[in-house]
């Protein structure tokens, strides 16, 4: 039976608003998810008639689209929201999802690779790139059934890079656009994928209306690739920066929207109970009158944690009158331990501050204080414990933990920032500003921010929380939506 085609409004991301537990007796337990999209979504109301197309990620969720079948999840579970959730073979989606998005894609976006020994594309490779291609054909397929005439799609992030393309082929009619949440890479590393695998993602992007990104300088990395890759011409707007990507008789048009922290959210939840508990927690485990060092990171490779340490363990090494006198809390939740790299990491972090703790720590003081069970509500009392923040990426789209730590922070916060974090952009200017790869420099910069006088440390977090709230999600969201309805 045909999909009526209704809705007017469309998101596609590889993560949905709902996952699925599933019971030794065939019940299926929801659990509502977060983040900028939910609040979107949101946004608009349920009467709007958006339909979110996603996919299913375990044995729950599996078993939860093959009830629904091409019909939409139970509201109930969804918080009223029309949910698609598409039943891909395990084995496809495991190489769409681990061996090319989050392996190759993640990894090119984020140069993370050790180009003398990887990547190698192989004929695995490409086998998991063919999945790769069935996975966002699925996507595809599903928003053109679900879509009503005209109908604004958004399509979200890396995983689904090929829909807009395969999308424009099914439904010309349609305004779609795509965000990239990643930073993008630029042409000549870029170009460590294979020809054809390289031409394809910038293809699939450019069979949008809109292509958009968190920062201007992945814009223009975008825009750049496209040039050298493609041979396109990039339309520049008044100012100089790229405002179009024209290719084979389209013009894609490119913008940005740097999305924000909830501060109503975050203010609300960060003075609940449990967040007070943990706090007096931490507080107990910190001793009285120390100061902190707050990191609060998944242990994804960009994420930088082992150099994060490592300048910390300088930092006590050169300035000896911090010892005693300072904690680092680190809260490192594991990330993808399904992939060896992701598992090697993890444990490299848990023995690097093993080993500051025998170095450095006495009866009485523990210079590490680390965390590694996912915790919301203990990561919001660091954030407002903290007397500073250390947000050292790589690389980052944006880094949302930069935005949040100001809006809660109880006492003012000085932030030493990674200049290759999409936050630097808008944050730079009253953060204590890092290369990530200079250890030296960051032990610096650790001991400037400790230094920081308490009034100026004030007046930047406000300042940083003011910046790092002007765009909350919902404004992002909406922001996106009204920027693909107003295209030509």
Known sequence: ???????????????????????????????????????????????????????????????????????????????????????????????????????????????????????????EFRAQWAAYETYNAAFADALAQEAAEGAVVLVQDYHLALVPGLLRARRPDLRIGHFSHTPWAPPDYYRLLPDDVAAGVLRGILGGDRAAFLTGRWAASFADCCAAVLGAEVVRGTDGSAAAVRFEGRETRLGVHGLGADATFLRERSRAADVDERLAALREQIGPGRKTIVRVDRTELSKNIVRGLLAYRRLLETRPEWRERVVHVAFAYPSRQDLAVYRDYTERVRVLAEEINAEYGTEGWQPVALHVKDDFAR?????????????????????????????????????????????????????????????????????????????????????????????????????????????P
Request: aromatic share 6%.
């Open 1 to 123: 039976m045909a999909v009526e085609r209704s809705a007017p409004i469309l998101v596609a991301s590889n993560r949905g608003p709902v996952s699925y537990a599933l019971g030794e007796d065939g019940s299926l337990t929801p659990k509502r998810g977060g983040g900028g999209l939910v609040s979107g979504l949101s946004a608009i109301g349920p009467d709007a008639g958006a339909v979110w197309v996603c996919a299913a990620l375990g044995d729950g969720d599996r078993e939860a689209a093959r009830r629904a079948g091409t019909g939409h999840l139970d509201a109930d579970h969804t918080g009223g929201q029309q949910v698609r959730m598409l039943d891909i073979a395990p084995d496809v989606f495991a190489a769409a999802y681990n061996g090319v998005a989050n392996s190759v894609l993640w990894f090119v976006h984020h140069l993370l690779y050790q180009t003398p020994v990887e990547p190698v594309f192989d004929a």
């Open 379 to 487: 990561s919001l009392a660091a954030y407002r414990l903290a007397d500073v923040a250390l947000v050292n990426p790589i690389r980052d789209g944006m880094n949302l933990v930069a935005k949040e730590v100001p809006v809660v922070s109880e006492r003012g916060c000085a932030l030493v920032l990674s200049r290759e974090a999409g936050a630097y952009e808008e944050l730079g200017a009253d953060a204590v500003v890092v290369n990530p790869y200079d250890v030296e420099g960051t032990a610096r910069a650790l001991d400037e921010a400790l230094r920081t006088p308490e009034g100026e440390r004030a007046d930047r977090t406000k300042r940083l929380a003011a910046a790092a709230t002007a765009l909350p999600p919902r404004d992002w969201f909406l922001a996106q939506l009204h920027a693909l309805e107003d295209t």
